[in-house]
């Protein structure tokens, strides 16, 4: 990968908030790198690099972001195929993750921008799950808009701390490596759950992650 794009909202209104899931993880990644952040005003979006990885916030509002990932991958010639993008996913229960090589917006605002800027679906992704909020229309919004509960808190954690863990194995030993290992425990541990009186022999201290959250129109800023 040469370049690492967290989804999110800007602003204080969005700090914390389900639709900022992939602001949250990349922070940490970032963080735990020794990194910090600055604006970069010609591309509307918070930039930082380690050698040759770029890792991106976008500050467009989520409908948009695809114009500063377009942008920046355009100056420093880095294919789509180098570029990992991370995103709320409200089809995977909180403290999911799903990796994928490829694939549609699935609904999500902010990829179907990215996919459009890009001219191309055939790039990495990494979903974070954040749960179910209702049926759809008003209620989706409310709930990918909303802040977690505190009751979550202690599961967000831990989903941020396993999405940093499988950024770090997908940059030091490849895509196909992180997707075997995050997705294939996930994948077992549902199957367990479906039958009973079966003990777990997983120990699932990585989860997987998957799909996106419909936005709210009103922010094509």
Same mark, same amino acid.
């Given at each position: 990968?040469?370049?690492?794009?967290? @989804?999110?909202?800007?602003?204080?209104?969005?700090?914390?908030?389900?639709? !900022?899931?992939?602001f949250?993880?990349? $922070?940490?990644?970032?963080?735990?790198?020794g990194?910090?952040?600055?604006?970069? +005003?010609?591309?509307?979006t918070?930039?930082?690099? $380690?050698?040759? @990885?770029?890792?991106?916030?976008? %500050?467009?509002?989520? !409908?948009?972001?695809?114009? #500063?990932?377009?942008?920046? #991958? #355009?100056?420093?010639?880095?294919?789509?195929?180098?570029i990992?993008?991370?995103?709320?996913?409200?089809?995977?229960?909180?403290?999911?993750?799903?990796?994928?090589?490829?694939?549609? #917006?699935?609904?999500?605002?902010?990829?179907?921008?990215?996919?459009?800027?890009?001219? /191309? %679906?055939?790039?990495?992704?990494l979903?974070?799950?954040?749960?179910?909020?209702? /049926?759809?229309?008003?209620?989706?919004?409310?709930?990918?808009l909303?802040?977690?509960?505190? &009751?979550?808190?202690?599961?967000? &954690? +831990?989903?941020?701390? +396993?999405?940093? *863990?499988?950024? =770090?194995?997908?940059?030091? %030993?490849? *895509?196909?490596?992180?997707?075997?290992?995050? !997705?294939?425990?996930? &994948?077992?541990? =549902?199957?367990?759950?479906? %039958?009973?009186?079966?003990?777990? !022999?997983?120990?699932?201290? *990585?989860?997987?992650?998957?799909?996106?959250?419909?936005?709210?129109?009103?922010?094509?800023?």
């Open positions: 990968m040469s370049m690492i794009v967290g @989804l999110g909202n800007p602003g204080r209104e969005y700090l914390d908030t389900r639709h !900022n899931a992939g949250m993880v990349v $922070d940490q990644y970032a963080k735990d790198l990194l910090s952040f600055h604006s970069e +005003k010609r591309w509307h918070e930039i930082t690099r $380690d050698g040759d @990885l770029y890792l991106l916030k976008p %500050q467009t509002f989520m !409908n948009e972001s695809g114009s #500063a990932v377009g942008k920046v #991958a #355009a100056f420093y010639k880095i294919k789509p195929a180098q990992l993008v991370l995103y709320d996913d409200m089809d995977l229960p909180l403290g999911r993750l799903r990796i994928r090589q490829g694939g549609s #917006a699935g609904g999500h605002n902010g990829m179907r921008s990215v996919i459009n800027h890009l001219g /191309t %679906q055939d790039f990495p992704r979903r974070v799950g954040i749960g179910t909020g209702g /049926t759809g229309g008003n209620g989706t919004i409310k709930h990918v909303g802040k977690f509960r505190d &009751e979550e808190r202690s599961e967000l &954690e +831990k989903s941020v701390k +396993k999405a940093v *863990l499988a950024l =770090t194995v997908i940059m030091e %030993q490849g *895509l196909p490596v992180a997707m075997t290992r995050f !997705n294939t425990l996930a &994948e077992t541990k =549902t199957k367990q759950k479906t %039958q009973p009186g079966k003990p777990s !022999n997983v120990q699932d201290s *990585l989860s997987e992650t998957d799909l996106p959250a419909e936005d709210r129109k009103t922010h094509n800023k």
